[in-house]
């Protein structure tokens, strides 16, 4: 008589993950016919801005976060880091406003709109602690004005805005990574859920 093993805990999780998300709905091949309208387009431009601030982000914390000053490198490479960070935002507001607009959460897709409001509000103080590590007076004078209103708030107590180290651990690990993280959510429950239909 032949016993039959019961699935490892490894087994389960594939085959739930496998239930919630098969393979030709997760790198799907064709889309909807809608799809093609440019309002479709900016999640997309998002997650390319996205890539290169993350990309710029880490050819900066190689040499450290001061020698771009010096550098002419440097300064091309925090020019690209600044600038797909302009872009990220524009093409995210943008998103966020079309989906918005198109009642993005509707078809059980609470959720998804859900994890794109919570990066679009992790992203906020993501990008502030990058202007206060600059290292220069326009880092100073963004700090000093901010603090007494976090601290007003009860937030300066978790979140000194004039602590370097602690305001630079905070943009290069703890809020990129919850960033990443919240997208990586977002872009699998679009593909669960599809992509909304318009109006």
Same mark, same amino acid.
Request: proline fraction near 5%.
């Given at each position: 008589?032949?016993?039959?093993? @019961? @699935? ?12 919630? =998300?098969? @393979?030709?709905?997760? &790198? ?5 016919? #809608? ?9 997309v431009?998002?997650? *390319?801005? %996205? ?5 710029? /982000?880490?050819?900066?914390? &190689?040499? *450290?976060p ?6 002419t490198?440097g ?20 998103? %966020?406003w ?17 994890? /794109?409001? %919570? ?5 906020i103080p993501?990008?502030?602690?990058? #202007? ?10 963004? *700090?000093t ?5 976090l601290?007003?708030?009860g ?8 602590? #370097?180290?602690?305001?630079?651990m ?11 993280? =919240?997208?990586? /959510?977002?872009?699998l ?7 909304v @239909?318009?109006?």
């Amino acid at each position: 008589m032949t016993t039959i093993d @019961p @699935p490892t805990w490894t087994e389960r999780v594939r085959n739930a993950a496998v239930a919630y =998300l098969p @393979p030709e709905r997760l &790198l799907s091949d064709t889309q909807p016919v #809608y799809v093609a309208s440019w309002i479709y387009v900016f999640g997309v431009l998002t997650i *390319g801005a %996205l890539v290169v601030v993350l990309g710029s /982000g880490a050819v900066i914390a &190689l040499a *450290g976060p001061a020698w771009w000053h010096g550098s002419t490198v440097g300064h091309f490479v925090n020019s690209m880091h600044l600038w797909s960070t302009e872009l990220f935002f524009f093409f995210m507001v943008v998103h %966020l406003w079309g989906k918005f607009f198109m009642a993005g959460w509707r078809g059980r897709r609470a959720l998804t709109w859900i994890t /794109g409001a %919570l990066c679009f509000l992790i992203t906020i103080p993501t990008a502030f602690t990058g #202007y206060l590590i600059q290292q220069n007076l326009d880092s100073q004078w963004i *700090g000093t004005q901010a603090k007494d209103g976090l601290n007003a708030s009860g937030v300066g107590a978790f979140f000194n805005v004039l602590n #370097y180290g602690q305001m630079l651990m905070w943009h290069i690990l703890l809020l990129p990574l919850a960033v990443v993280l =919240l997208v990586a /959510g977002h872009v699998l429950l679009v593909r669960h859920r599809g992509v909304v @239909p318009p109006i």
